[in-house]
């Protein structure tokens, strides 16, 4: 089963061996360039969470 890009729906690249994504592992959408991980409770990818580096908390600057 090829794994897609929640976003644009692209193929991600990964190795034949890996039949899913691994936890630890962050894939990168080679269209979009969001950076994917996996979804525990889902078992699907999905955009990893924005993460403001000087706090290590999530940045907030989209909320109005």
């Not at 039949?19 to 979009?32: D, E, N």
Request: glycine share 2%; proline share 11%.
């Amino acid at each position: 089963m090829p794994w897609r890009c929640p976003a644009c729906q692209t193929q991600i690249r990964h190795s034949e061996t890996e039949a899913m994504p691994r936890p630890a592992v962050i894939y990168r959408c080679h269209i979009c360039r969001l950076e994917l991980v996996i979804d525990d409770e889902w078992q699907r990818l999905r955009v990893r969470p924005f993460v403001d580096p000087a706090s290590d908390r999530p940045d907030n600057r989209s909320r109005g």
